[in-house]
């Protein structure tokens, strides 16, 4: 089971009261996958990625963020998932923006992408989202031996080998997604 220093790993398949509705019910679906994943319960106040590596001294590259995007093509909108290492930012303008094969892509409104997931602000996730959404991982984080990420709630965290990222659903791996600014 992953684990991080300093965390309590428990088992997700036993602890999905620890995860978002949406969470609990992909991870149901999908016991392979829920069975080599870990859960670990935090203080909401440490949620941010930020606040989290700082209080448990936790590895940005091992860390994950996913962020929403969207924008539309011939009046059709199109959504994605990004999830690119704590350390680096999403490329939205450039390659993500090319594979939702849209002219512009934006950060999905707050409001809608918690409404849309079903997760809380803070806690988004890429296991379980909606279906009809685009998944992007930087292959970047498929090299970690364990990734710490939201898990739909802001109480907690998923902690799951890097690999793991490429048998999500509809995950599309992308190298580069994830770039340092400066």
Same mark, same amino acid.
């Given at each position: ?8 790993? @428990? ?6 009261? *620890?995860?978002? #509705? ?9 016991? =392979? ?13 440490? &949620?941010?990625?930020?606040?989290? %590596? ?25 959504? #994605?998932?990004?999830?690119?290492? &704590?350390? %680096? ?11 939702? !094969? ?8 707050? =409001? ?18 909606? #279906? ?5 991982? =930087?292959? #970047?984080?498929?090299?970690? !031996? ?6 739909? @709630? ?9 690999? *793991?990222?490429?048998? *999500?659903?509809?995950?599309? @791996? ?6 340092? &600014?400066?």
């Amino acid at each position: 089971m992953p684990s991080f220093p300093g965390l309590t790993s @428990l088992p997700a398949a036993d602890r999905l009261d *620890l995860v978002a #509705a949406p969470v609990a019910e992909a991870l149901r679906a999908r016991p =392979d996958l829920a069975s080599r994943l870990a859960v670990v319960e935090i203080d909401p106040d440490l &949620a941010d990625t930020e606040a989290m %590596t700082r209080a448990f001294n936790l590895p940005l590259p091992a860390s994950a963020n996913c962020v929403v995007i969207s924008g539309s093509r011939a009046g059709e909108e199109r959504i #994605a998932a990004c999830v690119v290492a &704590a350390d %680096t930012r999403a490329d939205v303008n450039n390659l993500a923006k090319r594979r939702l !094969d849209v002219r512009k892509a934006s950060f999905h409104p707050m =409001d809608r992408a918690v409404a849309e997931t079903g997760m809380e602000y803070g806690g988004i996730t890429p296991v379980g989202l909606p #279906a009809h959404w685009r998944l992007f991982v =930087d292959a #970047a984080l498929l090299r970690q !031996d364990a990734v710490i990420l939201g898990s739909g @709630l802001r109480r907690s965290k998923l902690l799951l080998p890097g690999a *793991l990222l490429a048998e *999500l659903a509809g995950a599309e @791996l992308v190298e580069g997604l994830g770039y340092r &600014a400066g």
